[in-house]
């Protein structure tokens, strides 16, 4: 069931998913800063960093399969092509979330330029992921999806923003807490 767009729209999620998209492109930041600490400093901050990052991660992934694949959304048209490029880079980083977190479960006998590697793989892909969401999906739901729709989503969605917006505040915190 595809709603008509309205002329006046309001981009609420899309507004909360790039507040997310600046706080993931500063832990990325800060990890790159990391690498260029001494290989045991570095290994210490990645490895925490990486802690907080990864659970939220999953859970903006989450909310995006709401926002996009289970909503009306997902039947507009020219949707389904860009909602499979998403889920296939959303496979793609998974993938490397998996090595990162073996990597990180054997820590100390994990050489680190292996861990180090991995870390700057999985930059890149996140920027670029971000980048395309932003450049592509965005544009095609500010287009076609109504208003109306995106308030009910949005109230739809409410629990789970909430709990991310937690998760980010206290990861925003521990970033900034001196402990660097
Ligand atoms: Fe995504
Ligand atoms: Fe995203």
New binding site residues.
């Given amino acids: 069931m595809a709603e008509s767009p309205d002329n006046e729209k309001t981009t609420s999620l899309l507004d909360f998913?790039a507040e997310e998209?600046c706080k993931f492109r500063c832990v990325l930041e800060a990890l790159e800063a990391d690498m260029a600490q001494s290989e045991e400093l570095a290994r210490l901050r990645i490895r925490d960093r990486l802690f907080l990052l990864l659970p939220v991660l999953d859970r903006?992934e989450e909310l995006?399969v709401l926002i996009f694949e289970r909503s009306p959304f997902a039947g507009m048209e020219g949707s389904r092509d860009l909602i499979d490029q998403t889920r296939a880079q959303h496979r793609d980083i998974a993938c490397l979330r998996a090595d990162i977190l073996g990597a990180l479960e054997f820590d100390d006998d994990c050489p680190f330029p292996v861990l180090s590697d991995l870390t700057k793989v999985l930059i890149d892909s996140l920027r670029w992921h971000?980048d395309s969401?932003e450049n592509t999906l965005w544009p095609h739901y500010r287009a076609c999806v109504s208003r109306s729709l995106d308030q009910t989503l949005t109230s739809q969605l409410h629990r789970d923003i909430e709990i991310i917006e937690e998760d980010l505040t206290r990861g925003a915190v521990s970033l900034h807490d001196g402990r660097y």
């Fill in positions: 998913l998209h903006h995006e971000l969401e």
